[in-house]
């Protein structure tokens, strides 16, 4: 289970805020990729909380409204959008909206912990740990903020674009969103520069 042995020896280092960032929505055709950074209270402790790929939908919904309604709990919430995306490339958009969400908490943190590799050029003093969703607490709250809000977004775009099936597959490349997308072709929220959406248009 993730901790906060990480946190920890960075407070004795002398770093004061260390925030925890993590994104969702990397791989999907559609929609937007969402980061998180959290910074968690010191002595923080959660039985429950994990690695968001680990849990249920349920039990994810729940720990979100914790995590966000608890005020001793800093957070915030970034997006790349499909155009920006579609412009830079899909590894510097998550980049981008992770610098975001670092830069926009109530308190800068003076180092982050981001889930993955290391980002190169971030703006704050900062490492990667693979799989550090399950590592680090800090991490492992971002990661429950950035997939809960996502997929909210696109419970919403479900509506307003309907027949993709959004609110089922969140926008990933699965049978029933590609025979959508055949039927249906690209709509707005598409990642343009993705393959399957490329050929298609292309087909179309």
């Not at 010191?42 to 729940?62: M, N, V």
């Not at 720990?63 to 590894?91: F, H, K, Q």
């Not at 919403?156 to 490349?173: D, L, N, Q, S």
Request: net charge neutral.
């Amino acid at each position: 289970m993730p901790d906060l042995k990480r946190e920890s020896t960075l407070q004795n280092a002398g770093f004061q805020v260390i925030a925890g960032i993590d994104e969702a929505g990397r791989g999907p055709l559609a929609g937007p990729v969402s980061a998180a950074a959290v910074v968690l209270p010191e002595g923080f402790a959660h039985e429950l909380l994990d690695d968001s790929k680990k849990l249920t939908e349920k039990r994810r919904e729940k720990l979100y409204e914790e995590l966000t309604g608890r005020e001793d709990v800093l957070w915030s919430l970034s997006y790349a959008e499909p155009e920006e995306i579609d412009a830079i490339n899909i590894l510097k958009a998550t980049h981008a909206a992770m610098a975001r969400a670092a830069q926009s908490l109530k308190k800068l943190p003076d180092y982050c912990l981001i889930d993955g590799l290391p980002v190169p050029a971030f703006p704050i003093q900062s490492e990667g740990i693979v799989k550090g969703d399950g590592k680090s607490l800090s991490i492992a709250a971002a990661s429950i903020i950035a997939k809960v809000s996502r997929d909210r977004r696109m419970v919403e775009y479900a509506e307003k674009y309907p027949g993709y099936g959004f609110e089922r597959h969140k926008g990933y490349g699965t049978k029933q969103h590609l025979e959508a997308l055949r039927k249906l072709g690209p709509c707005p929220i598409h990642r343009r520069s993705f393959a399957p959406v490329s050929q298609l248009e292309l087909d179309i």
